[in-house]
């Protein structure tokens, strides 16, 4: 996010991207037909994993369907400009891009305008994002389509509940063995726990 000076992209705290040629450039070189004035916003989350390659489509990418023709005849200026409608007035709104917390995108991956990807989702490689990814989810694919459930309906709700993205520093510290612990069924129960602690 400090690399990142465009008004209506929104980036949160720990999110980084991986890119060994050019990771500074994110804002130019991965989010691509970002024209502010069109009114969508790009927002990503915190403690999320963008790897090298992906790529956000903004609304202006697209074209005028509503019509005969989608060619933008008004971009062109002089006689074609008197005699079409704005270009942008006419595109299609799709909507914000909104990327949750704690999400991993993998290389490659092509997110489309008016997407919302859930927290803790993972975008397999390559994949082409066309509609939106529920949270704690795997989808892989061009279009991209549900591969699993990455934890029972339960552990998803709880760290929904738990949203440990929000935790200061020092409370992150403490409940890093478990965001890290392979062991769902004793994850499970600490998470309880801390639910329960907080309440």
């Not at 005849?73 to 005699?83: C, E, H, K, P, R």
């Not at 270009?87 to 799709?94: A, D, E």
């Not at 914000?96 to 993972?122: C, Q, T």
Request: contains cysteine; glycine residues 8%; hydrophobic residues 40%.
């Amino acid at each position: 996010k400090n690399v990142v000076t465009a008004p209506n992209i929104q980036i949160g705290d720990y999110t980084y991207y991986d890119d060994p040629v050019d990771p500074a450039g994110f804002e130019q070189n991965n989010v691509l037909f970002n024209y502010p004035e069109f009114g969508d916003r790009l927002i990503i989350g915190k403690f999320c994993s963008i790897a090298a390659g992906t790529q956000f489509i903004m609304g202006p990418a697209n074209h005028r369907t509503s019509s005969v023709s989608t060619y933008p005849f008004q971009v062109f200026g002089g006689a074609w400009a008197d005699q079409a409608p704005p270009h942008l007035g006419q595109l299609p709104r799709k909507g914000d891009i909104m990327v949750g917390n704690d999400v991993w995108i993998g290389r490659e991956s092509v997110i489309l305008p008016g997407v919302h990807i859930g927290d803790g989702a993972i975008i397999a490689a390559s994949a082409v994002v066309t509609k939106d990814v529920p949270p704690y989810t795997v989808v892989g694919g061009n279009p991209a389509e549900f591969i699993r459930r990455r934890f029972n309906d339960r552990l998803t709700a709880m760290l929904l509940e738990l949203k440990w993205w929000d935790f200061k520093p020092d409370d992150l510290i403490k409940v890093l063995p478990v965001l890290t612990d392979p062991d769902l069924e004793k994850v499970e129960r600490e998470v309880e726990a801390l639910l329960k602690s907080r309440r």
